[in-house]
């Protein structure tokens, strides 16, 4: 257990790293080649002799590096020392460190203790240590993806679209599109068919292009599309293949074309860590004329699995018998997603935007390495590869391994459930100082580019509905059946205090840096518990006007203000259930304070507008309430 040393401010050093002349103590991610500049300010009353910079590279011995004495004034001593990061990082050009300071006193050592990589306590033991990561020097995402709104579309249950769409003699039609119940287990866990359809299509998706334009959307991310049996197509039965119930190439094409005019792009999901077990590659049914795996032991595909007995002991996912799990090591395997012609090439060249990579934890460096080169020059550039990674990307360990997502030759972006996590934590905990302590840590471990290009999500369809938490105080319905939950519904109380809680939530979703991704409805106020409820069709004529109009101010608010592209982000303070940030440049600056607390929080600033209410600020923010100041 640390010793909590008790020190005023008065006595508290202070560190600032400064990056080509600029202050960047707030960050902790930059290219190769680039030289930090520490300054370390230590009241002389603190009884140092000596700072010292203790630093390693992840997994290795740590160096201790004294800083150079420049000078005492008013009292202060202070101490600098200049960091190399091309040295640090040798030939690779990239690489993760981190580090602490050490304050030599004649009767002990004080160290600094950090628990969000910026703001630290000073102990008398080692404790959590800053970051530095290390990317390459030409490492960027691409410009055209900062600064959007994104929506996260689940493509069975948006839009029934006027169009030709194919069937399946084993699927099941729900025609209640309004009130339809979907599929659900027993309990959770058992195993479910996934073969109720609703009838949403590509098709209805470009019909309803209008809409989304009107929400400020500008990216749209589509659940799996390729052929598939189930309704979530996560379990792919044919990559090359567009579901003829989605309404095949065809409307795929006509998709392409008519949000090209709007300026949408379109991400598609990548399952490429394993395929349905109704598929070509596997064809555990049959079904595909026994070209696979399981059915075919001569077949082409036998290798891309991994058969402990064959045919019926084979790895999966997650023990999932359905979901075959592919082997990367077999270089036809991998080479079919990121090669040259491969399946990430064929839609870059259809004029998708790029992908995002489900379970990106289980793709092999090997694989995120090629499929990067692969599209980024099929798209001259443009192309985004966004990882669905749930921690911090920056420290992220799968399988006994440190991942190198953000360091260049991966992955652009992530899918921010982090920061999820602390806007949960400020609207139902009232804990302001975790959502601050998220927020700090992910922008002082991620390139900036990184952090300009994150996917700030609310909700998936792996969670449940955001109106559904936070109007249910995020509580526990495990001692529910999902035939209850299946029908639960808020009650009117419960809907209203959720909707004001997630207008709280959308203004920090899109005001922070990064980029706010809505699942399809929230902005109407879907409700919905757990996978599958949290499926729902669109209630297309029954939108709660309320929630559209909010989003849709916030979608004018970010067009409105550059500022929110790629702006400077700095957390101002964070007390209680109260947080105010602002975003920053040279020329503008606009502070967002969101108060989720049941009192009134007094905050000085004089002649600025509120940009949510037209209106001059008036030094008091109330209660359950929140501005936008420029």
């Not at 090591?329 to 997603?337: G, I, L, M, N, P």
């Amino acid at each position: 257990m640390l010793t909590r040393l008790s020190t005023s401010a008065e006595i508290k050093p202070i560190i600032r790293k400064n990056v080509d002349g600029k202050d960047a103590s707030s960050r902790g991610a930059f290219p190769c080649g680039t030289k930090i500049e520490f300054t370390v300010e230590t009241p002389r009353m603190l009884g140092a002799s000596a700072v010292v910079l203790r630093i390693a590279e992840d997994g290795k011995q740590y160096t201790d590096i004294p800083l150079d004495f420049g000078k005492t004034e008013a009292g202060i001593d202070y101490y600098h020392i200049c960091i190399d990061t091309a040295k640090l990082c040798g030939r690779d050009e990239n690489g993760l460190f981190y580090y602490e300071f050490l304050f030599l006193r004649g009767w002990d050592t004080l160290f600094t203790d950090s628990q969000n990589f910026v703001d630290f306590t000073l102990e008398k033991n080692s404790g959590g240590k800053f970051i530095l990561l290390v990317h390459t020097e030409d490492y960027g995402t691409p410009e055209w993806f900062k600064g959007r709104i994104m929506y996260h579309i689940f493509v069975d249950r948006f839009c029934k679209g006027k169009g030709e769409t194919g069937t399946r003699d084993d699927v099941v039609i729900n025609e209640d599109w309004d009130n339809g119940i979907m599929q659900y287990p027993e309990k959770n866990g058992d195993r479910l068919a996934n073969n109720m359809f609703f009838g949403g299509n590509l098709w209805g998706i470009a019909e309803k292009l209008g809409y989304l334009k009107s929400l400020g959307v500008g990216i749209i991310y589509l659940s799996p599309i390729f052929k598939a049996y189930s309704n979530h197509k996560y379990d792919t039965g044919n990559y090359l293949e567009i579901d003829s119930m989605f309404g095949g190439e065809a409307a795929f094409v006509n998709l392409i074309e008519k949000a090209k005019a709007l300026d949408i792009k379109i991400i598609l999901d990548g399952v490429f860590n394993h395929t349905g077990d109704d598929s070509l590659y596997f064809d555990k049914y049959g079904k595909y004329g026994k070209t696979g795996a399981y059915s075919n032991p001569e077949s082409i595909f036998k290798n891309w699995y991994r058969f402990k007995k064959y045919p019926d002991e084979y790895e999966n996912w997650w023990g999932i018998d359905i979901l075959p799990k592919l082997n990367h090591t077999v270089t036809s395997c991998r080479r079919f997603f990121t090669g040259k012609d491969g399946v990430a090439e064929k839609y870059i060249n259809m004029g998708i935007g790029g992908w995002r990579l489900d379970v990106a934890d289980e793709l092999s460096d090997e694989f995120l390495d090629e499929l990067r080169e692969t599209v980024k020059k099929s798209s001259k550039g443009e192309g985004i590869i966004i990882g669905e990674v749930w921690e911090n990307a920056a420290e992220k360990i799968a399988y006994s391994r440190r991942r190198r997502y953000l360091r260049g030759g991966q992955l652009d972006s992530v899918m921010n459930y982090p920061l999820r996590n602390g806007i949960l934590a400020l609207l139902l905990d009232k804990d302001a100082v975790l959502l601050s302590d998220i927020l700090k840590s992910i922008y002082a471990s991620y390139p900036k580019c990184v952090c300009d290009s994150l996917m700030n999500l609310l909700g998936t369809h792996d969670t449940e509905r955001i109106l559904t938490v936070l109007g249910d105080n995020g509580k526990d319905n495990s001692e529910l059946s999902n035939k209850e939950l299946s029908v639960k519904r808020l009650s009117n109380e419960d809907r209203k205090k959720g909707i004001a809680l997630q207008k709280l939530a959308a203004i920090l979703q899109y005001t922070v840096y990064g980029v706010p991704s809505v699942f399809y409805g929230d902005e109407v106020g879907i409700e919905g518990y757990h996978d599958p409820f949290c499926r729902k069709t669109f209630p297309w004529g029954n939108e709660n006007t309320e929630l559209l109009d909010f989003y849709r101010k916030l979608g004018r608010l970010r067009q409105d203000n550059g500022i929110f592209v790629d702006g400077e982000f700095k957390v101002e303070f964070a007390e209680g259930a109260v947080i105010g940030y602002s975003r920053f440049s040279d020329e503008q600056k606009i502070t967002v304070i969101v108060n989720a607390g049941d009192t009134s929080y007094e905050y000085a600033a004089k002649h600025k507008t509120d940009l949510l209410s037209g209106r001059t600020y008036g030094g008091t923010v109330l209660p359950m309430s929140a501005v936008i100041l420029r």
